[in-house]
């Protein structure tokens, strides 16, 4: 099936060029989830057949959508759907909400949910004794089917009543115990995909990265969570919003 005929063909709305009736039409396949992110569009010669319009039409409402970051060209492979997600930098909030908040389903591949002691490292981090217990969470983030993020997060034992408390969500979990965070401190730095990394993420090994270290404090000052999150460097935005002083 063609794609006008999934979407829909272009009216006549308000005597608009023909290229923006094009423009809100893809535009609206995409908030709809008619095109998924990932998705690759059909070469324009066929798009232009299919919607009855001439090929520099078609280049025009793709070139918008491309500078507007919906859709993405990629050299010799064609025109897809863009995957980004923003992230406002500055907000306290889990993936799952990050992805619910732009219609995309959170969806977690779990490679570590066990229970142990503290590390030398972790005891320092999350200011524990030697011997205390902690969970621990690594897991590979999906955005529907798109894998988004590695994150390996540890949490002090007390914020949580058992393993099993965690589901898709981490920070439900822990809100559900009375112990979600309310502060953080966040450290970000640009990586390298390893080969072992970038398999898990489906990236060509060396594929650029977003590492970021959180450190959750309860409104008591407590530590209760410290993760570490490699985020595609293709499918994220962080965004930060700043003052004056
Ligand atoms: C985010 C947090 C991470 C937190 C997770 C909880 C960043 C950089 N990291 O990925 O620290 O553990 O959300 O998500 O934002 P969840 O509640 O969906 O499990």
Redesign the pocket.
């Known amino acids: 099936m063609g794609l006008a005929e999934r979407i829909g063909t272009l009216g006549e709305a308000g005597h608009a060029p023909l290229y923006q009736r094009l423009q809100e039409a893809l535009r609206g396949a995409i908030e709809q989830r008619v095109l998924k992110p990932q998705d690759a569009l059909p070469p324009e010669r066929e798009l232009a057949e299919d919607f009855a319009v001439s090929r520099i039409t078609v280049r025009k409402a793709l070139d918008g959508l491309v500078s507007e970051g919906l859709l993405t060209r990629r050299q010799g492979a064609g025109t897809f759907v863009a995957g980004r997600v923003e ?1 406002q930098f500055a907000k306290l ?5 990050d992805m619910v908040a732009r219609g995309r389903s ?1 969806r977690s591949e779990w490679l570590v949910k066990a229970e142990g002691t503290v590390t030398p490292d972790e005891a320092l981090t999350l200011g524990l004794s030697p011997g205390t217990q902690v969970y621990r969470f690594h897991r590979i ?1 999906f955005a529907d089917d798109l894998p988004m ?1 590695l ?1 390996q ?1 540890t949490i002090s034992g007390f914020g949580l009543p058992g393993l099993d408390t965690v589901d ?5 979990a822990l809100e559900a115990a009375g112990n979600r965070p309310v502060r953080a401190l ?1 450290r970000l730095r640009a990586v390298l995909f390893s080969k072992d990394q970038a398999a898990l993420l489906g990236v060509a090994a060396g594929a650029p990265g977003l590492f ?1 270290e ?1 450190r ?1 404090f309860l409104e008591d000052g407590r530590t209760v ?1 410290t ?1 570490h ?1 490699w985020y595609r460097g293709d499918a994220y935005d962080f965004v930060a919003e700043l003052n004056a002083l």
């Open positions: 992230k909030t889990s993936f799952s909400e959170p983030r993020a994150e997060s898709v969500s981490l920070y439900t966040q970021i959180r959750g969570e993760t999150s």
